[in-house]
């Protein structure tokens, strides 16, 4: 293998690279043109779903059959496979090579929920900025990522992969992660292209069961599922994958109303349509397809362009087009998407590009892992900390739990990513010279049922040195393996070892301070009152144990808040906190009314709710005041109020605008999120906060399924969280 300089790519125009494509495609055979849409695994292809066999990959890129390759990150291996196709193939066309680079390639950032809780979409970009670098120094072009399911059940284990509840913050997001992973220029040799999945519904997946159908009204589609994918596109997504699921029905990839309708012709998206990991053949055990023949037949009409894993086009679409020479039209249009990008990345003027020889000294670099060690504490939700127990100083400590001495804190979808990269907690604690007591208490053992295990002698131990400290630091939660593809759960509760342990260290009548590691909010309802204070410290990557440490030492002052509503039981699920009211609206000082939108054992509100996060920090918010009480098309609305940080610690605050409609011609949520900001306020300091809102700031899909704001009475709704707030009425006219 070459080390190969970094020449300047060809920057062409849109026009430029038509011309050069459709003359391309004129030279091709019917057969090279199908396989532009196949995407092949290889050897070592990272295996989401159906074992892949890979013998015959080398020969299909050969014979000009393969388009991109899935799953590859080594680049000596990338550059043999891409010589087979420029140098061996007839038409020499390079491969595309794909990646999940999710929440970083060999650096680790936070996982995407827990980074979505910075509300900090500035560092979101920087994150897939580095994200992006370090990939394409591997010789990776593309990435499946972002993720922009809009989730509201955390049983389902890929909540951990997504940016929350909130479509506008999703929306938010979509824009960082596709802008941080292409930086404008696909010919940068920093740059890669972005994949925004899974289009559509996967996270409203029925149940919270892995793969599971959706119904949906067009509606919520419109209001809720797919903004986000439209910002991706505004922000110029280069690919789509289509979800596992069926929608209404039929399943996504083989859904003409969905790729066709909504996706080409209302959303404008011209780039490249791909199926996920052997979705289009699944349509066969989704009963709507026979045979492999049907599968293409009916991928192709809905608008799909390229197949992943699954070999139905390679295998069928040439004879379909003997009998209906007229797919050829569609075929064009998805072989001329694919190449445009193999243009647009610029692998026609150097296909081994960002291949290296030493590419590991582009990875982890000091200024990647100062943004992971940033990203980390911008992710660590602070939940509870009474009589201000945090940050804590010049306390006998100890140490208690599975994660303490543990490395394991990447995360599902860790990259590439080493176990051995990230410090455990204990390290860190004794590299800053902190004495500490340590026992493990229990294993971190991966339940994939539950289980009532527990090993006493451990037990004891740890509440032997429990007793001899001042304060415990207990690190529990759920195993990294258990969130992620193919982790639903139904018990969303700390393992039953762990909260054993957690009950015999609390009869020691020691104060804890409870870490929590997890891909998804878990029910921590048993053990919480048993604790004085709870971080919540998710799967934070390389840098998961120095934000950790600092935070509970005040260098890091907690200031994430939650993408995700907590619930109290997972009998409340789904929760959210932009549901709508329902005509018999519950009455929290009222319980036991019975004829109220309620369950009997339970009080409605959440563990804790959307925006939720404590600081070390005390922030007063002032009285609202907003510029005029009415407010017509034209007109620029500004709310403004003062905050002040009554305390002796500088911190950042989430603060959020949400609004109510009064009346609609649809029920709308009590609360919806419309802006944020989050402002540094120094100890014993205040500033001015003002947003501003325009009329259509307030629209919403209305009976007409037309995305209008309605004249009428609305609150805006200014705080903390979304149940911690001020409020001032607007009319608009
Ligand atoms: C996942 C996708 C992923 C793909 C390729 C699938 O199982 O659903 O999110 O991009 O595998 O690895």
């Known amino acids: 293998m070459i080390e190969l300089e970094k020449k300047e790519l060809s920057k062409r125009s849109s026009s430029e690279i038509e011309v050069l494509v459709d003359k391309l495609i004129k030279q091709l055979t019917i057969s090279e043109k199908i396989g532009q849409m196949y995407q092949s ?23 000009g059959m393969v388009g991109s390759i899935l799953g590859m990150n080594e680049p000596e291996m990338i550059y043999n496979l891409q010589k087979v196709a420029v140098e061996e193939s007839r038409m020499k066309i390079p491969l595309l090579f794909c990646n999940d680079i999710i ?25 897939s900025k580095i994200a992006a670098y370090e990939s394409a120094h591997c010789g990776i072009n593309l990435t499946f990522s972002p993720m922009l399911d809009l989730v509201r059940d955390p049983r389902w284990g890929r909540v951990m992969e997504s940016c929350g509840e909130d479509p506008f913050l999703l929306e938010e997001y979509a824009k960082a992660y596709v802008e941080g992973y292409q930086q404008d220029d696909l010919t940068k040799y920093d740059s890669i292209a972005s994949c925004a999945k899974h289009f559509i519904g996967y996270g409203a997946a029925s149940g919270g069961k892995e793969y599971n159908s959706v119904d949906m009204s067009d509606r919520t589609l419109r209001q809720y599922y797919l903004p986000p994918f439209k910002q991706a596109i505004n922000s110029g997504v280069k690919m789509i994958m289509t979800a596992f699921n069926t929608f209404n029905d039929v399943p996504v990839t083989a859904n003409k109303y969905l790729l066709t309708d909504i996706l080409r012709n209302e959303l404008k998206f011209n780039g490249v349509t791909i199926s996920d990991y052997t979705s289009s053949g699944e349509i066969i055990k989704h009963k709507i397809a026979v045979n492999n023949k049907d599968v293409a037949l009916k991928c192709l009409l809905a608008g799909l362009d390229h197949e992943m894993i699954s070999t139905s086009y390679v295998e069928e679409l040439e004879g379909l087009l003997e009998e209906n020479p007229a797919l050829e039209n569609n075929i064009n249009q998805s072989v001329k998407r694919i190449l445009t990008l193999k243009y647009e990345l610029g692998l026609f003027d150097n296909p081994y590009k960002n ?28 939940l509870k900390n009474e009589n201000n127990i945090l940050p804590i100083n ?23 990513g080493k176990n051995s990269d990230c410090e455990t907690l204990y390290e860190v604690f004794k590299n800053k010279n902190i004495h500490v007591e340590y026992s493990q208490g229990t294993t971190d053992e991966y339940f994939e049922m539950p289980t009532d295990n527990v090993d006493l002698d451990l037990i004891n131990e740890a509440v032997e040195i429990v007793k001899d400290s001042d304060i415990v630091i207990m690190a529990c939660g759920e195993n990294q393996h258990m969130s992620g593809e193919g982790y639903s759960r139904t018990n969303i509760e700390l393992p039953n070892n762990q909260i054993k342990l957690i009950n015999a260290i609390s009869e020691t009548k020691k104060k804890i301070i409870l870490l929590v590691y997890a891909g998804r909010p878990l029910d921590i309802s048993k053990v919480i009152d048993k604790c004085e204070a709870v971080l919540y410290t ?4 390389t840098r998961t144990s120095r934000a950790i440490v600092d935070t509970v030492l005040g260098i890091n002052n907690p200031n994430a808040k939650l ?165 001032v009425e607007i009319v608009l006219i």
């Not at 695994?41 to 890129?61: D, L, M, R, W």
């Not at 390639?105 to 996982?111: A, D, G, K, Q």
């Not at 990647?368 to 939700?381: D, K, M, R, T, W």
């Open 41 to 63: 695994g290889h050897q070592y292809t990272v295996i989401t779903g159906p074992i892949f066999n890979a013998s015959k990959t080398v020969e299909n890129i050969r014979k």
């Open 103 to 127: 929440h970083g390639c060999r650096t680790i950032f936070p996982h995407n929920l827990a980074l979505s809780c910075s509300f900090n979409p500035k560092l979101v970009k920087e994150v």
């Open 355 to 382: 291949i290296y020889q030493n590419h590991q000294k582009y990875l982890l670099s000091e200024k990647a892992l100062n943004v992971a060690y940033e990203a980390a504490c911008q992710s660590i939700v602070l």
């Open 394 to 416: 010049n306390q006998k400590i100890a140490l208690i739990g599975p994660f303490i001495d543990n490395n394991n804190l990447n995360g599902a979808w860790g990259g590439q």
């Open 538 to 541: 998710w799967f934070l990557g």
């Open 563 to 727: 993408t995700m509503t907590f619930p109290r039981t997972v009998g409340q699920i789904p929760i959210y906190y932009n549901q709508l009211n329902t005509g018999r609206p519950y009455d929290k000082n009222n319980h036991g009314d019975r004829y109220k939108s309620r369950y009997v054992d339970i009080i409605n509100e959440p563990m804790f709710p959307f925006g939720y996060g404590l600081s070390y920090a005390k922030f007063i918010y002032g009285e609202l005041k907003l510029n005029q009480s009415n407010a017509n098309k034209i007109d620029i609305i500004t709310v403004s109020t003062v905050i002040t940080n009554e305390s002796k610690y500088d911190g950042y605050e989430v603060v959020q605008l949400y609004i109510e409609a009064m009346c609609f011609t649809v029920s709308r949520p009590n609360m919806e999120l419309k802006k944020f900001q989050k402002i540094y306020l120094k100890a014993n300091s205040s500033q001015t906060v003002v947003f501003e809102l325009k009329y259509e700031d307030f629209k919403y899909y209305n009976i007409d399924n037309m995305n209008i704001t309605e004249p009428g009475k609305y609150l805006i709704k200014l705080g903390t969280s979304s149940v911690d707030y001020k409020q």
